[in-house]
Structure formats: C-alpha cells, structure tokens
C-alpha cells in the first residue's frame, strides 16, 4: 500500500509535510481535504482531527514535523537532516510562541485581541529571522536547511494582513521569503487538487 496523505492545500503544517515527501520522492496518495468536512477515514487514522496525516502499513503520522523527519530518513538528497539542532531550535520557536502570534495577529475577530500587539509579537521571531538573514541567502547557512522548509509556510501567512508593513520591516526576510515561494519544491505541491471527499471539485 502506497503512504497516504490527508492533506488541506493552504495549510502551511500540511504545506511543510508535502514538501519534504516530494524532497524525498515518496509516492503517496494524496487525499485533499477541506478542514470543514473531513473524511471519516481521516478522523479514524487520526482523531485529532488536523492535517497533515500520514497513514503508512505499520502507523499512523499526524504530527507535521514527524512527517517531515519520517519521509527524509527515506531519502534525504538535500542533505536536511544534517546538523538539524539549530533548525530544531528555530522551528520550536515557530511552532510554538511565533504561532500563537501569527494567529492571533491573522483572526483578530476569532480571539477580540488587538492585531496590533499580535503584529508586535510576532515580529519578535521574524526580527530574529532578520538578523538570522542579514548573515547568509537562507536561514542557517547560503543553502536550504530544514528550518527553511519548515518554516517558510509559516511566514508566508505573516505577509497576508499586512505585506507592506512586512516587506518595509523585515526587508532581508521578503527576499527570503520570494525565493523560498519560488523554489520547484514549494510550487510542485500548491497546484489545486480534486478533493476527496468531491473529486469534481478542485480546491
Ligand atoms: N501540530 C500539528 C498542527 C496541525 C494543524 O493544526 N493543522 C490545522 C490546519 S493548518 C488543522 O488541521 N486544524 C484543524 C481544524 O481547523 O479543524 C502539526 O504539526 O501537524
């Protein structure tokens, strides 16, 4: 049985988890969902119920880092899982205090908060990627590391409500962030795909 996919094409977790199994060259199913209606076959592999999911013959991954590390110890011809402690360091942060940010800055209305003070916390972490790329092209060194895969989706939803404030602030990060949406990887796994649950229906 080929790996299967539960994946929603915008979300930036699922996002990271296609781009590392085409790095590695996986061939799976992919199985397009929209977060509003997932398949009952998703939510039985998985009952946390978010995406990505990664159903194999001897487990279930639902952990878009995991996913990311499983299908590069397939194959890693980028050489991404070397020397992985300061990218570690890195999507920590990002997945945890930049992300609650990034949400809170993104849906004012969902949490009453003031985007503004969101927009402030947030920026701490990409400051940080500023500085992080005043040094080298890309995150840790002038290649791709695994912190800018998996980072990337990420930033690119920082840019949404505001991508004036973002490109004047975080000048060396838009740079970044142009070659990373730019990059074959990112760009071979956006493409709309028929949906799962509707296959009539691309999304
Ligand atoms: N820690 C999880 C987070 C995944 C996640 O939160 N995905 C969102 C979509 S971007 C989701 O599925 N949310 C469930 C929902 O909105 O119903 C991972 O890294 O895979």
Not at 76 to 97: A, C, Q, V
Not at 160 to 181: C, G, H, R, S
């Amino acid at each position: 049985m080929k790996p299967i996919l539960y994946s929603f094409r915008r979300c930036p977790y699922a996002i990271r988890a296609r781009m590392a199994l085409k790095i590695a060259d996986i061939d799976y199913e992919l199985r397009n969902i929209l977060l509003r209606d997932k398949p009952v076959e998703m939510l039985q592999a998985s009952s946390k119920g978010t995406v990505p999911v990664l159903v194999l013959t001897d487990k279930v991954i639902d952990e878009s880092f995991d996913i990311m590390l499983w299908a590069l110890k397939q194959h890693d011809p980028l050489s991404l899982l070397d020397n992985i402690d300061k990218s570690l360091e890195l999507i920590k942060i990002n997945d945890t205090s930049f992300k609650m940010a990034l949400d809170r800055y993104k849906y004012p209305t969902r949490y009453k908060d003031d985007p503004t003070d969101w927009q402030l916390e947030a920026s701490k972490f990409v400051k940080q990627l500023e500085y992080l790329l005043a040094e080298n092209t890309y995150l840790l060194k002038n290649e791709p590391s695994l912190a800018d895969f998996a980072i990337f989706p990420f930033i690119r939803q920082f840019t949404m409500p505001d991508k004036t404030y973002f490109e004047n602030t975080f000048p060396q990060t838009a740079i970044w962030l142009e070659t990373m949406v730019n990059n074959n990887i990112f760009k071979n796994v956006m493409p709309k795909q028929p949906l799962f649950n509707n296959p009539d229906i691309k999304a």
